[in-house]
């Protein structure tokens, strides 16, 4: 049985994240440890699917704490010294819900996904009725809000003059870091409505508020924020007066989208690049490391050597596992990322939009959003996908991993994650299987970036076709 995906389990409660499998992931769980904090997005399903995790837990022998509806970060906050399970799908539309595990701040990893999934397909049963878990309430938000404030002042002493005041959780103070600068946020109906208006105000911003009230039908527009469904954020920035930038959340505020000045969104592998440099910069590691994954941009590489760190990659869906093995080699890794989603180690284990809204806003106030930009080097990116049925994808990579090697022979090429090509110019292209669709999917960066995605196309194709004739 494989539950779980690159973020938690996650799918339609009517097929896959049903009541049962709450109940049976719950009690599952419940074996790890003897205390959990449960939270929820504000999906229409989540309260019934968190009572039926509660059910799973205290029936395990676990006690619970009912954290209620919170960002996915401010759980994982809560989850330091326990364990925590999060009913959230995310960014995905509203007739789904997921799954997630942390424990001590941190998403489970493989290993402990695994033991789970086996618990859960052996049917675990529930401990003597005398030895059930307990219930009761926590509320970790004002705590989380408060965390994520101290610590981007902490952030703005370090990159610039560190003039902070001390205004409260939701005040407003021309006089902290951020010097009452105007930033438009779209909440997207979602869990960022609860932290990141009242986080950036805190630092000093003048706050406009788009889809600011949670909804779990996600009304004013897709939970996903792309730069079609923050079409209205981005009229906003473009029409209105002395916007310095946009923010935009998904439904549980893990991930960030950046929109500038004039209303387009800012590439996410720049914004990436942005922080990591930054990061590397204002550290004393010695040997600071940025850990992101296979299809992140060669622009992260450029601006970390530049401020003198290194990269290190690891699959999607593991930053933390990444981080883990970072560390274990030595390195002292100063922030990890794939596209859109952030972990500030010096903050917390897990990814945490709310904190990137925060440092995002005292970067471009030290420095302007132009200014952060024009070091990075912002190559032509494409993405696209050939067809591959599931079965073929194991001899269709096998195959890749020597004859895109052979079709590129002046690049560097890495088959860890997929099969990566590092180009002497600085052009990249990574060939890897879709984990969820019948795909194999590729990522192009270079300046003739349709020349390159064409040429891998033809390689993939072919491998493709053979697999299937074989």
């Known amino acids: ?32 440890g003897r205390e959990f904090v449960v939270g929820r997005d504000g999906r229409v399903t989540g309260p019934a699917l968190a009572a ?20 996915t970060p401010a759980l994982a906050f809560a989850s330091r010294g326990r ?3 999060m009913l959230t799908a995310s960014h995905n539309p ?21 033991s789970v999934e086996e618990r859960v397909a052996a049917g675990s049963e529930s401990v003597a009725w005398d030895e059930w878990g307990r219930g009761g309430d926590v509320d970790p938000l004002p705590a989380y809000r408060d965390a994520v404030v101290e610590y981007a002042r902490e952030f703005a002493a370090e990159i610039g003059d560190g003039s902070a005041s001390a205004a409260g959780d939701g005040a407003v103070s021309t006089e902290g870091p951020l010097g009452g600068m105007r930033i438009a946020v779209d909440c ?83 914004v990436v690049a942005i922080i990591a440099e930054h990061y590397v910069r204002a550290g004393d ?23 003198g760190g290194r990269v290190e990659r690891v699959r999607l869906g593991a930053l933390h596992e990444g981080i883990a093995g970072a560390e274990a080699d030595g390195g002292d890794v100063v922030f990890a990322a794939e596209p859109w989603k952030h972990i500030h180690t010096a903050f917390g284990g897990w990814i945490d939009g709310v904190a990137s809204a ?13 200014g952060l930009r024009a070091p990075v080097t912002e190559r032509p990116y494409r993405k696209t996908s050939v067809d591959c049925p599931d079965e073929a994808k ?3 990579m096998a195959t890749l991993e020597a004859t895109l090697p052979e079709a590129f022979p002046d690049a560097e090429a890495s088959t860890e994650y997929g099969v990566r090509l590092e180009l002497p110019d600085g052009s990249w292209v990574l060939v890897r299987p879709s984990g969820t669709e019948p795909y194999v999917r590729i990522y192009a960066e270079s300046e003739d970036v349709d020349a390159l995605v064409e040429r891998a196309s033809e390689t993939v194709a072919e491998a493709v076709a053979n697999a299937s004739t074989r």
């Open 1 to 32: 049985m494989e539950l779980f995906g690159t973020a938690g389990i996650r799918g339609s409660v009517a097929e896959r994240v049903t009541p049962e499998l709450a109940l049976a992931v719950g009690r599952a769980v419940g074996e790890d």
């Open 52 to 71: 039926a995790v509660e059910a799973g837990l205290e029936s395990a022998g676990a006690d619970v704490r009912r954290a209620g509806v919170l960002p």
């Open 83 to 85: 364990r925590g399970v």
């Open 94 to 114: 509203p007739q789904d819900n997921g799954i997630k595990v942390f424990v001590d701040g941190v998403e489970y990893d493989r290993t402990l996904e695994r």
């Open 188 to 270: 997207g109906n979602g869990m960022a409505s609860l932290a990141t208006p009242q986080v950036l105000r805190a630092l000093g911003a003048a706050v406009v508020t788009l889809n600011a009230n949670v909804d779990g039908h996600f009304p004013g527009r897709e939970s996903k924020p792309t730069p079609e469904s923050l079409s209205d954020l981005r009229e906003f920035i473009r029409d209105g007066d002395d916007v310095a930038f946009g923010v935009g959340h998904d439904g549980d505020a893990d991930r960030i989208v950046i929109v500038d000045a004039g209303g387009e969104v800012v590439h996410e592998d720049t």
């Open 285 to 307: 590691a010695e040997e600071p490391v940025v850990v992101t994954t296979p299809n992140a941009s060669a622009r992260i590489d450029e601006r970390v050597r530049e401020a």
């Open 358 to 370: 925060a440092i995002v806003a005292l970067l471009v106030a030290e420095f302007g959003l132009d």
């Open 394 to 396: 194991p001899a269709v």
